[in-house]
């Protein structure tokens, strides 16, 4: 059996990693005040509009 390594911490199983990222998640909107979904939009909507925005400033000094 192959022995870990002497200072290594022991693996944690993968069923209770994924427990606590659920659980982690589940008590995001309590810390931050919106779900998950939400600040994913919120996100996205920022980086479309920055793009717009760059779009338009590299038309206008391409015209100009």
Do not use: C
């Not at 693996?11 to 008590?27: C, S």
């Amino acid at each position: 059996m192959k022995q870990p390594n002497k200072g290594s911490l022991p693996r944690e199983p993968r069923a209770t990693w994924m427990r606590r990222a659920a659980r982690y998640l589940r008590e995001w909107p309590a810390r931050h005040g919106r779900t998950v979904q939400d600040q994913m939009i919120r996100g996205a909507s920022y980086g479309v509009g920055s793009g717009a925005v760059s779009l338009l400033v590299v038309w206008f000094e391409a015209r100009h």
